[in-house]
């Protein structure tokens, strides 16, 4: 079945430095591809998608490629806060498999950012 | 984009006892759907509600245990009957909203609600 694969966290960063985490998918089809922030003690928040392959999403400074020939979906961000400290969670959403309400969650990757 | 409002946002319940959490949405959606996130872990979705017709629940998820209720296309409740422990998490209720590009939708999710279950 369809399926997404994050990096394990934590990851601890200085501020400003580079962030990726990785994230790839199985999936049958074309998927959309998502990423959410839980900012502590708060719900999920969209924070990027995209729908076709070579589409990037970008918002705050992050940004994803979705790259079909590695079934890849990695977020970027080039200088991180002390506010981007947060869980983040790729996702799929598929038409072929499932509830038609489920996004397909990976793990999540918790995000700490010091000063 | 429409908002969505969940209530209450966190709970410290009793073993044994009942909770029901209210989720409104300003507009009318036809499909709302409900979500559990347990300490440390992804989100699985427990079921989806269609007014006017009984929820649809995910394997491992039965209505006795969680019922639900659709009065409306802009509302839902999600109970958690006779908690014990192992019910603290955080639910969320969430809807497909119609971003207008790309012809993707985006599942919205509100706050969240955190249950402790004493």
């Known amino acids: 079945g369809d399926s997404v694969t994050q990096m394990e966290g934590p990851v601890t960063l200085s501020e400003e430095a580079f962030l990726t985490i990785n994230c790839t998918y199985t999936?049958?089809?074309?998927?959309?591809l998502f990423w959410y922030v839980q900012y502590p003690g708060e719900g999920l928040q969209l924070l990027l998608k995209?729908?076709?392959?070579?589409d990037k999403g970008s918002n705050k400074g992050f940004e994803a490629t979705y790259r079909k020939e590695t079934t890849s979906f990695h977020l970027e961000k080039g200088s991180v806060q002390v506010s981007d400290s947060a869980v983040y969670f790729c996702?799929?959403?598929?038409?072929?498999?499932?509830?038609?309400?489920?996004?397909?969650f990976g793990k999540g990757t918790k995000l700490s950012v010091k000063p | 984009s429409a908002v969505i409002s969940q209530k209450p946002s966190r709970d410290i319940c009793q073993r044994g006892t009942s909770l029901t959490i209210q989720c409104q949405v300003d507009?009318?959606?036809?499909?709302m759907f409900w979500y559990r996130q347990q300490p440390g872990q992804s989100l699985t979705l427990i079921a989806t509600?269609?007014?006017?017709?009984?929820?649809?629940?995910e394997s491992g998820f039965v209505i006795d245990k969680f019922p639900i209720s659709r009065p409306n296309l802009t509302f839902s409740t999600l109970t958690v009957s006779n908690m014990s422990p192992e019910d603290s998490s955080i639910y969320l209720c969430?809807?497909?909203?119609?971003?207008?590009?790309?012809?993707?939708?985006?599942?919205?999710f509100g706050a969240g609600s955190r249950l402790t279950v004493l």
């Open positions: 996702a799929l959403s598929s038409p072929y498999g499932g509830s038609q309400g489920n996004l397909i």
């Open positions: 999936a049958t089809g074309y998927p959309s």
């Open positions: 995209a729908t076709k392959a070579d």
């Open positions: 507009s009318q959606v036809t499909m």
């Open positions: 509600a269609n007014q006017g017709s009984e929820a649809t629940y």
């Open positions: 969430s809807f497909w909203d119609g971003q207008g590009d790309s012809g993707a939708n985006v599942l919205t």
